[in-house]
């Protein structure tokens, strides 16, 4: 089956780097997306890796090694607004090529201090 | 451009009693997506319509648990009878065809089994 394992909570200080970590398992693996979900928000969407390697947005970057079944988001300069869930979701195929599938982890609660 | 709307925005109810939720989501979005998200877990999906079709409602606990979409656009999930086991928030998601790993989420309905 299909699971996912991230911290549960993460603490970091206003200004720093924080790096969130993402191992899988999954068969048919197509890739890994990360969401943002404020204290009752919707969640929204960061980034996704297809492919190993680096994908950076502003302040946000993504990482992914398929031969390692692993990923993180890191966050730079973070800031008071980022203290947020930060979930991992792999894209799998159980449901074939075409599936678009999108399955969970538990989430990591990131709690940003002054 | 208006996001994925959802009502109502908190329910209670007590057990056995039915509840539905509505969803309209993005215009323009054939893909639709029902999530149960408990506390402190990710979402897990229900349900995945492309147009009024749906494709993927293996997770849908089919004896008290339905849905439509009728013309391809609004969409409605209905449970009946309610469990206290029920308890969660609802998400709607939706996303352009072919099905997109970046979903754009609604606020979500908060449900309260008593």
């Known amino acids: 089956g299909q699971s996912l394992e991230q911290p549960s909570e993460v603490t970091a200080v206003e200004g720093a780097i924080v790096q969130i970590n993402c191992t899988y398992q999954?068969?048919?693996?197509?890739?890994l997306s990360w969401y943002q979900q404020h204290d009752g928000g919707a969640p929204t969407f960061l980034s996704y890796?297809?492919?190993?390697g680096l994908e950076e947005t502003g302040r946000f970057s993504s990482f992914l090694s398929r031969s390692d079944s692993y990923g993180y988001l890191l966050l730079q300069e973070l800031q008071m607004k980022d203290s947020a869930s930060y979930f991992c979701?792999?894209?799998?195929?159980?449901?074939?090529?075409?599936?678009?599938?999108?399955?969970f982890g538990k989430g990591t609660k990131l709690s940003v201090i002054p | 451009e208006a996001g994925v709307v959802q009502s109502p925005r908190y329910k209670i109810i007590e057990k056995k009693q039915p509840v539905a939720f509505w969803c309209n989501p993005i215009s323009g979005h054939n893909t639709l997506y029902w999530y149960r998200q408990n506390l402190g877990q990710g979402p897990e999906l229900l349900i995945r319509y492309e147009n009024e079709e749906a494709v993927d409602d293996s997770q849908l606990p089919k004896d008290r648990f339905s849905a439509e979409r009728l013309k391809g656009v609004d969409s409605t999930l209905k449970i009946q009878p309610a469990e206290l086991g029920d308890s969660a928030v609802y998400l709607c998601a939706s996303s352009l065809t072919p099905p997109s790993y970046e979903q754009y989420f609604g606020p979500g309905t908060r449900l309260t089994v008593t």
């Open positions: 890796n297809a492919l190993d």
């Open positions: 999954t068969s048919g693996f197509y890739g």
């Open positions: 979701a792999v894209r799998d195929g159980r449901s074939g090529a075409g599936s678009y599938q999108l399955t």
